[in-house]
């Protein structure tokens, strides 16, 4: 029998934000979506183009994805309107796994702050939960969710940023600011999502100061349920073992993870060296 996140439905966009000059949030009421975790992702099908993974951005009555303009599929939805429908199933994929008290920093990057944003509102909620957050972008205006995640740790913590021009914040990769932070302080988990060579840097930088780490990776996915295997990292199937890894898992696949990637035919191709 067909589960209800198996079952493909089709939903009206309600609302659309701009969150970018190449960003955009898409709102819309899908049930499924009310029970999933944070780092869980949908299958969305963009009606005639193609169905592509993305990771929900807001969990709750009303769901969110966050998505930036980067192919065929994204440049389509960016087009959609308000009122346009869309396909989607799920929520897939195995989320992050907060902690319920201790000293927390979350680490983003460009587009991968999309599902830490719900974990943070999720920590938040925790009050034995110290948050550093730290968001990375190109420049200020590709900033993402800044607002947003200062509005959830005013109580619970502080919110930092680095650009790689230096227009806003630190300059320099967020990989750097993390890294100063881990050396200050104690921290007793990191969750972390953004490009996969930028993970990998911190998920280094996390072993040499015996600090656990969460990393949600983004993988091309054809099925999104594990039977393709086109999203295969090692031994893992990001789409159902992951998304999201743990340092323990990522220990197993070190040769791959932030080295190579997997194209539509399952060819390993290379990552760009880390920041």
Request: hydrophobic share 35%; glycine share 12%; proline share 6%.
């Amino acid at each position: 029998m067909v589960s209800d996140v198996d079952r493909p439905a089709f939903v009206r966009i309600e609302e659309i934000s701009t969150n970018t000059p190449t960003v955009k949030t898409f709102y819309f009421d899908y049930p499924p979506a009310a029970r999933a975790k944070p780092g869980q992702f949908l299958m969305v099908n963009v009606l005639g183009i193609d169905e592509i993974p993305i990771s929900l951005s807001g969990i709750g009555d009303r769901a969110s994805i966050t998505v930036r303009r980067v192919g065929e599929a994204t440049e389509r939805l960016h087009d959609l309107g308000e009122g346009d429908v869309i396909g989607v199933r799920g929520p897939y994929g195995r989320g992050f796994s907060p902690i319920e008290e201790g000293n927390i920093l979350i680490a983003g990057g460009g587009i991968g702050v999309a599902p830490l944003l719900p974990l943070t509102r999720q920590l938040c909620r925790m009050r034995r939960v110290k948050l550093t957050v730290v968001l990375g972008a190109s420049t200020r205006d590709e900033l993402l969710f800044v607002a947003d995640m200062e509005r959830y740790t005013l109580h619970r913590g502080t919110v930092l940023v680095a650009t790689d021009d230096g227009s806003c914040g630190a300059k320099g990769p967020v990989t750097a600011l993390a890294h100063k932070l881990l050396k200050r302080g104690a921290f007793d988990a990191v969750f972390t999502c953004g490009p996969e060579p930028m993970m990998k840097r911190l998920f280094e930088q996390c072993e040499g100061a015996g600090v656990p780490l969460q990393a949600s990776l983004d993988r091309y996915m054809r099925c999104g349920i594990g039977i393709c295997g086109s999203c295969c990292v090692g031994k893992y199937r990001v789409c159902k073992d992951g998304p999201v890894l743990s340092s323990a898992q990522l220990r197993e696949v070190a040769d791959e993870f932030g080295r190579f990637t997997r194209d539509a035919c399952g060819r390993r191709t290379g990552l760009s060296s880390p920041q």
